[in-house]
């Protein structure tokens, strides 16, 4: 009897636990302004690629457009989220001032692969692309 209500109480967590992830991944708490934390490349051996010191900026726009800071050059583009929490990025333009730092250009062609996101709590964003998810802080 302890074991089938120990049971219980475990599956009933899990479920709770589900549902409060699932209630933040909506399209309301992906607007606003992402900090860049780091690159997380997919697979075994993989290290995650940190910024040497400048922290791209990704702001999402409730019109469905959506801005990109770089270390020297400013992007635009646009962007749609399903139900699903499937994300498309696209259109993105930046202008040409100079050269940005490689983590910079690294961010800005993986987000043009970016398929899907989650967030992991209002202010832990992640976007998935198919062999690597960019990992983005909420910024105030």
């Given at each position: 009897?302890?074991?089938?209500?120990l049971?219980?109480?475990?599956?009933?967590?899990?479920i709770?636990?589900?549902?409060?992830?699932?209630?933040?991944?909506?399209?309301?708490?992906?607007?606003?302004?992402?900090?860049?934390?780091?690159?997380?490349?997919?697979?075994?051996?993989?290290?995650?690629?940190?910024?040497?010191?400048?922290?791209?900026?990704?702001?999402?726009?409730?019109?469905?457009?959506?801005?990109?800071?770089?270390?020297?050059?400013?992007?635009?583009?646009?962007?749609?989220?399903?139900?699903?929490?499937?994300?498309?990025?696209?259109?993105?333009?930046?202008?040409?001032?100079?050269?940005?730092?490689?983590?910079?250009?690294?961010?800005?062609?993986?987000?043009?692969?970016v398929?899907?996101?989650?967030?992991?709590?209002?202010?832990?964003?992640?976007?998935?692309?198919?062999?690597?998810?960019?990992?983005?802080?909420?910024?105030?």
């Amino acid at each position: 009897m302890r074991k089938l209500l120990l049971m219980f109480i475990v599956a009933q967590l899990v479920i709770l636990n589900s549902c409060q992830k699932d209630e933040l991944s909506t399209v309301e708490n992906l607007y606003g302004k992402w900090e860049v934390e780091k690159l997380e490349p997919k697979g075994i051996f993989k290290k995650s690629i940190w910024p040497d010191d400048f922290k791209p900026v990704v702001t999402f726009y409730e019109d469905g457009t959506m801005g990109l800071r770089l270390s020297r050059n400013g992007c635009g583009g646009n962007f749609a989220v399903s139900n699903s929490n499937d994300i498309i990025i696209e259109d993105i333009y930046c202008t040409l001032v100079c050269c940005d730092d490689e983590f910079s250009q690294k961010c800005y062609e993986l987000l043009r692969d970016v398929t899907s996101y989650s967030l992991e709590t209002q202010n832990s964003l992640k976007l998935h692309s198919g062999w690597v998810d960019i990992k983005l802080n909420r910024l105030n």
